[in-house]
């Protein structure tokens, strides 16, 4: 028998994606936040919201058990979304590999951004392209940081979502 045969169908596949990103979510919230008490940078929050787009996509792709054409069109939403949130992650891993001269200067934090009505240009900024904060390392695992394994992660779900598009005829 086929190794393709013996994998989960395409349906299945969707809410293995949706539950793996609720598990990144609760691990991010429930783990990094509330027990290690680590403040999300701009960054941070900005790949929890593609996280959340590829979980959703997923999801949606699962209720709604579209015929082929359906099918493809969520593996390239969920692809896009992955990979979304693969570059922004892929971002802070490069800030955090900059020398410290060449770290960004901090600014304030997104709470203070918004409550202060700063324009949506200059969050959006900080959400997409960072700051300072950004580059500091406040947790490793097998020598990668919290962007590191969220890259890895976004990147396997890229993957699984491009294997979805190339297995639907």
Same mark, same amino acid.
């Given at each position: #028998?086929?190794? &393709?045969?013996?994998? %989960?169908?395409? /349906?299945?596949?969707?809410?293995? @994606?949706?539950? *793996? !990103?609720?598990? #990144? +979510?609760?691990?991010?919230?429930? $783990?990094?936040? #509330? #027990?290690?008490?680590?403040i999300?940078? %701009?960054?941070?929050?900005?790949? /929890?919201? *593609?996280?959340?787009?590829?979980?959703? &996509?997923?999801?949606?792709?699962?209720?709604?058990?579209?015929?082929?054409?359906? !099918?493809? @069109? $969520?593996?390239?939403?969920t692809?896009?979304?992955?990979?979304?949130?693969?570059?922004?992650a892929? /971002?802070?891993?490069w800030?955090?590999?900059? %020398?410290?001269d060449? &770290? %960004?200067?901090?600014?304030? =934090?997104?709470?203070? +951004?918004?409550?202060?009505?700063?324009?949506?240009?200059?969050?959006l900024?900080?959400?997409?392209?960072?700051?300072?904060?950004?580059?500091?390392?406040?947790? +490793?695992?097998?020598?990668?940081?919290?962007?590191?394994? =969220?890259l890895?992660?976004?990147?396997?779900?890229?993957?699984v979502?491009? *294997?979805?598009?190339?297995?639907?005829?």
């Amino acid at each position: #028998m086929p190794l &393709i045969e013996k994998l %989960p169908g395409v /349906r299945i596949t969707n809410l293995l @994606i949706a539950a *793996f !990103t609720l598990l #990144m +979510m609760l691990v991010a919230v429930l $783990y990094f936040q #509330m #027990m290690l008490h680590l403040i999300p940078c %701009p960054l941070c929050v900005s790949q /929890r919201g *593609f996280v959340i787009a590829t979980g959703l &996509i997923a999801l949606a792709a699962f209720i709604h058990n579209p015929g082929a054409t359906g !099918t493809k @069109i $969520y593996a390239a939403l969920t692809t896009l979304a992955a990979l979304g949130g693969a570059a922004i992650a892929g /971002r802070q891993v490069w800030l955090q590999s900059l %020398p410290e001269d060449q &770290i %960004p200067a901090c600014g304030p =934090t997104l709470d203070w +951004m918004f409550q202060a009505n700063f324009p949506l240009q200059e969050i959006l900024g900080a959400m997409f392209f960072g700051e300072g904060s950004c580059a500091e390392i406040k947790w +490793m695992f097998l020598g990668l940081s919290i962007p590191g394994w =969220t890259l890895v992660a976004f990147l396997f779900l890229a993957a699984v979502g491009v *294997f979805q598009f190339s297995r639907t005829k």
